[in-house]
């Protein structure tokens, strides 16, 4: 996940994107902007979104002092939960209507939560000015709040970064306090004291980070001091001390966020809609073309219907046209194709094709001038049928005696005579073997 973190300040734009994930974090590029009257914060901010590759998420970190927070108990382990109760346990105890806020919460210890507000003018006019330079920010937060995700950071002390000082306790943030100015000695010296009166546990270290690493030489610090180092399997990512110290804090923004520990403020009516604006807009794109694509099939579908249907029909009648062609005197059948199959597995019962046509020529040698003609001759193994028409009852008499050679047996049908005065017979037989 690519994340392009922004944090302002009253003269700079720091700017650092970074690719997290499981494995591995890669730093894609910092650079760090001086604001003045000629270099405008709207400006610079165009000047990163002409730069900006990808689509990262961007992150806006505002200055820690817009922010407030208050620890409180609560009897409860879902931080969803605790983020619907919060209004209502602020309501009286802060300056402003909750209506004005806008809140978020993080855990601090057991049943201690750290619940954290800052004003929603304050932050809806950053987003609107960051969305007119060319960047909207996906989240709102602050620096300190991804402390505990700092590079090397000891799970219980204090943390100065020059102008925030921070406590951890257990890897979690319990309190911090920003500074309008830089920290000094005698500052944090105050700030501790303080806490420690009001029965607070002071950590046992201070670690400095960033710009409070000047700090390091001060005799005055009431807590053993520790500057933080790269850790070692940072080399390679943060190169030297130096830039470890640039960027550490974005380093655990960008795995805070990563890990959805971070807290963000564009919460409610400030909440990023663009993004599920954006996807609303993709998923009617995809539905309009998925519609299209069902319609196109549906008419290349009934095209092909239409298509076979004709094929159908034009061979049925086809069909129609063959059995009339070899049954002219045939009704017209229920199922042409079915006797057609079963005139061929009649021919198919015959021997051979040349035996047949061999039996047919004798029939016609045998039926001399007598015998007007033969218009059916079924031969279905050594079984012979003749149905024909002779000129008188005697040739048809005549005709069975010349077919002796050819049948074994022989026997007439019915001899029926005509107006015409030629008669009509019907003879079966039987071939002799060797006659095909």
């Not at 094709?353 to 020529?361: E, F, H, I, M, P």
């Amino acid at each position: 996940m690519d994340y392009l973190i922004l944090q302002t300040e009253e003269k700079r734009l720091t700017v650092a994107h970074f690719e997290v994930s499981r494995r591995s974090t890669e730093l894609i590029g910092a650079a760090s902007i001086d604001l003045d009257e000629e270099h405008l914060l709207a400006d610079a901010v165009w000047n990163v979104a002409q730069k900006m590759s990808g689509s990262p998420r961007v992150v806006l970190c505002l200055p820690p002092s817009l922010f407030a927070h208050r620890t409180v108990s609560l009897q409860l382990n879902d931080l969803r939960k605790v983020r619907e109760v919060i209004p209502a346990l602020l309501q009286g105890d802060v300056a402003l209507p909750v209506e004005e806020l806008t809140l978020d919460v993080l855990p601090a210890g057991e049943h201690q939560f750290l619940a954290l507000w800052a004003r929603k003018s304050d932050i809806s006019a950053a987003i609107a000015q960051f969305a007119e330079a060319g960047i909207e920010p996906h989240v709102v937060s602050s620096l300190p709040f991804a402390l505990p995700k700092l590079p090397g950071v000891p799970p219980d002390c204090a943390v100065c970064d020059g102008k925030t000082l921070a406590l951890l306790k257990g890897g979690q943030l319990t309190y911090f306090r920003a500074f309008d100015s830089a920290l000094s000695a005698q500052m944090i010296t105050a700030t501790l004291s303080a806490l420690e009166l009001s029965g607070e546990a002071l950590p046992p270290r201070l670690c400095l980070v960033g710009a409070g690493k000047e700090l390091a030489d001060a005799t005055t610090l009431p807590l053993p001091v520790e500057v933080l180092e790269v850790p070692p399997e940072l080399g390679p990512l943060f190169k030297n001390d130096e830039t470890f110290h640039q960027l550490a804090e974005f380093y655990a923004v960008a795995h805070a966020s990563y890990a959805g520990t971070l807290p963000n403020f564009r919460q409610g009516e400030l909440a990023w809609t663009a993004g599920d604006a954006k996807l609303r807009k993709k998923l009617m794109l995809t539905g309009i073309l998925a519609l299209v694509i069902i319609m196109l099939l549906f008419i290349n579908k009934g095209m092909q219907y239409r298509a076979a249907a004709t094929d159908i029909s034009s061979l049925n009648k086809s069909i129609a046209e063959i059995y009339h062609g070899i049954f002219p005197t045939r009704a017209k059948a229920v199922d042409e194709i079915s006797e057609i199959k079963g005139e061929i597995r009649k021919l198919v019962g015959i021997d051979t094709t040349s035996g047949y046509l061999d039996v047919l020529k004798k029939l016609a040698e045998a039926k001399g001038n007598t015998i007007n003609g033969l218009y059916e001759a079924e031969l279905e193994g050594n079984e012979l049928r003749i149905k024909g028409d002779a000129r008188s009852a005697q040739a048809v008499n005549e005709f069975k005696s010349a077919l002796a050679p050819l049948l074994t047996t022989s026997e007439l049908g019915e001899i029926k005579s005509r107006p015409d005065g030629t008669f009509t017979f019907r003879l079966t037989g039987t071939l002799k073997e060797g006659a095909k």
